[in-house]
């Protein structure tokens, strides 16, 4: 709908054009299809922003809830969630207030999350915000190329137990998987705005309730052929894992909850989808509720009938522990559908650091053709040539490099997955949503309302440094008893 609107519009103008610019007051267009900012009239609405919200929350997060709820047990777990979900809900409802600066319904509209922290907040932070939101992005890239791997040799490691019908232990290196992953993404880093391809979004959405959906079937039929409800009250108990251990890992199974809620960072985003009146904060904030109330069964659910199903044995990565049971076709699906979501989610993290690094590099250096000089490469088979630049094809394959070289130097999923949840919990989620609120509606210095905000901020920002601490010391952990590029499973 959305390509037909703006192709309308580009043929009115071509047609019109010259009725469009005697418009003398902008908020009030001559015709009902624009907006008081001169873009085409936006028609979001609650649903639409909800089921954006889900879409970009339910992701690969989901696969390591079992795991961290096993190392809270059934009382910390699920609160640990309630906590995290309700911290994300009142941070939302104060970034939602952030979209237009100075008045709700007539205010300048902020187009991003970067957008906001610029102009109501500042340089200065607006570039440790960057800093951080571009460390995040790379990040999930290493995380997501481990995940990748892990489900393509979940795969393979079926069909071969299945093939020998379990004599075989099937023990294989992520390696060549994490570099098949590594070609299919420099392939696909080369296409020019891959990011906004419309139907990535939907394939992804379908792709990431595909796996959810089965992981979670598969832990209810796995707790009905137990008989039994497995774990403890505190958690995996010492003995399985030792005293230091259990507390490591407390504190990385925080990290992960807070990376599968980390969705902060494309809110304004959704609201720059919404139509208005009324004013998008009303709609925004009537949408973060229904999809985080969503999200949170579903996350409820999937994280706690994985650690019925396996106790503490729940697996890093829900759809690797269920083995190679039967019907091991249904997991083949689940896998396949977690490695085409993530081949497309990996694209839609690191297009905006190509954007950004490509962006600064031709306007430090304009003259360099090398940096700035168009190539144009026709293709057999394409109508229009292929345009790229020499800098380009090289920053880009270096970049996946690297990212691929890093997976394979540490290939933990959990470890990785707790360090990005930490590193974006408290910046990205809390710190800087609080910050603009409290400038944006002035809140006064040691007022009741600001105490309570700089308490909650303080608060997230401990649980944001001591999951940090724990994935950090997870890694070290795993690297004593790893060999890097020979980790075998």
């Not at 009030?28 to 889900?54: E, M, N, Y």
Request: with cysteine; glycine share 8%; proline share 4%.
């Amino acid at each position: 709908m959305g390509e037909t609107a703006a192709a309308n519009n580009h043929h009115y103008h071509h047609r019109h054009g010259h009725q469009v610019f005697d418009v003398s007051v902008p908020q009030q267009p001559a015709f009902k299809c624009f907006d008081d900012d001169g873009r085409l009239k936006r028609t979001g609405t609650v649903w639409t922003a909800s089921a954006h919200i889900i879409t970009a929350v339910i992701g690969s997060g989901v696969l390591s809830l079992a795991w961290a709820i096993a190392q809270l047990g059934w009382i910390a777990g699920p609160a640990v969630m309630l906590l995290f979900s309700l911290v994300t809900l009142y941070s939302s409802t104060l970034l939602s207030d952030c979209y237009r600066t100075g008045d709700a319904v007539s205010g300048k509209r902020n187009y991003t999350y970067m957008n906001a922290v610029r102009s109501i907040l500042g340089g200065f932070k607006f570039k440790i915000c960057g800093l951080i939101q571009y460390l995040n992005l790379f990040g999930i890239a290493i995380g997501y190329t481990i995940a990748a791997s892990i489900s393509m040799m979940a795969i393979k490691r079926s069909n071969c137990f299945h093939k020998s019908g379990g004599k075989d232990p099937c023990h294989m290196s992520s390696n060549p998987y994490m570099i098949i992953f590594g070609v299919t993404e420099i392939l696909l880093s080369q296409v020019p705005d891959f990011d906004q391809i419309w139907w990535i979004s939907i394939v992804a959405a379908v792709m990431s309730f595909t796996y959810s959906a089965i992981g979670l079937a598969l832990g209810i039929v796995q707790v009905a052929a137990n008989g039994v409800f497995k774990g403890s009250l505190t958690g995996i108990s010492i003995g399985t894992v030792t005293q230091t251990q259990k507390i490591w890992r407390t504190f990385q199974a925080l990290g992960d909850i807070a990376f599968a809620y980390s969705y902060s960072v494309v809110l304004i985003e959704i609201q720059d989808t919404v139509r208005s009146p009324p004013a998008e904060s009303t709609t925004m904030k009537k949408a973060t509720k229904i999809s985080i109330a969503v999200t949170t069964i579903f996350y409820m659910l999937c994280g706690s009938m994985g650690y019925a199903a396996f106790g503490d044995a729940a697996p890093g990565n829900l759809l690797t522990g269920f083995g190679f049971y039967n019907p091991f076709w249904l997991l083949d699906i689940a896998n396949a559908a977690i490695v085409v979501h993530l081949i497309g989610a990996y694209q839609v993290f690191s297009q905006p650091i190509f954007a950004f690094v490509e962006k600064s590099v031709s306007e430090r250096f304009p003259d360099n053709d090398l940096l700035t000089k168009e190539l144009q490469i026709k293709i057999p088979g394409f109508r229009s040539p292929y345009k790229t630049n020499v800098f380009r094809v090289v920053f880009r394959c270096c970049f996946v490099v690297l990212t691929t070289v890093v997976s394979m130097l540490m290939p933990f999923f959990n470890d990785v997955v707790g360090i990005l949840g930490a590193l974006g919990f408290w910046p990205l989620t809390v710190y800087f949503p609080v910050e603009m609120y409290i400038k944006q509606r002035k809140v006064e210095k040691w007022s009741t309302r600001w105490v309570c905000l700089q308490m909650l901020s303080f608060a997230c920002l401990v649980i944001s440094v001591v999951a940090g601490v724990g994935s950090i010391a997870g890694v070290m952990l795993d690297l004593k008893v790893y060999k890097p590029f020979q980790s075998t499973y």
